[in-house]
T-cell receptor, first 113, second 114 residues
Framework: QKEVEQNSGPLSVPEGAIASLNCTYS??????FFWYRQYSGKSPELIMS????GDKEDGRFTAQLNKASQYVSLLIRDSQPSDSATYLC?????????????FGQGTILTVHP | GAVVSQHPSRVICKSGTSVKIECRSL??????MFWYRQFPKKSLMLMAT?????????EQGVEKDKFLINHASLTLSTLTVTSAHPEDSSFYIC??????????FGSGTRLTVV
């Protein structure tokens, strides 16, 4: 059973809209979550990290964590064509797996003008 | 933020040859290094975890004799793909770990085996 799931298929939004990306996880011991953006042919780039229940905002990005429901989401406000990329959700279970991240399969986001 | 240098960025090699990929942490010391591979349109798959001065721990299904990892110093780890075959063609990415700075990936190496 995959530990981190990103079930939503390719997502297409118009420029200026809000893009909503979702992720669920199975390990209740997971402590930290990360959202990475990956452009085609490039390595992932960290855009948000979240450790506590609730919302965390950074510019146009808001990460949300709900540990009771075991989901993590990323909202991108005022989406721009430059936001078009694959977004990867990752979780860390803590303990002896220090630093070991488990990645979801990614969601492809396309922002069209 | 953490600066991670990985090279080469691209390499083409003949089937049966070996390729070495280097990953350096330029502004911090990385006690642990994670190596990933990524096939087109797929997510990152953790291959192995190495700790400075000790043997790497490989994930299930990853051949340790084929993917040799050396983490001889706190700033350098290498991944050598031995006797490469076309099915080894992939995007290989390193990620050093160092406390709260452990989330920056290397720039990746696109390996093509012909």
């Amino acid at each position: 059973q995959k530990e981190v799931e990103q079930n939503s298929g390719p997502l297409s939004v118009p420029e200026g809209a809000i893009a909503s990306l979702n992720c669920t996880y199975s390990d209740r011991g997971s402590q930290s979550f990360f959202w990475y953006r990956q452009y085609s042919g490039k390595s992932p780039e960290l855009i948000m990290s979240i450790y506590s229940n609730g919302d965390k905002e950074d510019g146009r990005f808001t990460a949300q964590l709900n540990k009771a429901s075991q989901y993590v989401s990323l909202l991108i406000r005022d989406s721009q064509p430059s936001d078009s990329a694959t977004y990867l959700c990752a979780g860390w279970a803590g303990g002896t797996s220090y630093g070991k991240l488990t990645f979801g399969q990614g969601t492809i986001l396309t922002v069209h003008p | 933020g953490a600066v991670v240098s990985q090279h080469p960025s691209r390499v083409i090699c003949k089937s049966g040859t070996s390729v070495k990929i280097e990953c350096r942490s330029l502004d911090f010391q990385a006690t642990t290094m994670f190596w990933y591979r990524q096939f087109p349109k797929k997510s990152l798959m953790l291959m192995a975890t190495s700790n400075e001065g000790s043997k790497a721990t490989y994930e299930q299904g990853v051949e340790k004799d084929k993917f040799l990892i050396n983490h001889a110093s706190l700033t350098l780890s290498t991944l050598t793909v031995t006797s490469a075959h076309p099915e080894d063609s992939s995007f290989y990415i390193c990620r050093p770990e160092q406390g709260g700075n452990g989330y920056t990936f290397g720039s990746g190496t696109r390996l093509t085996v012909v």
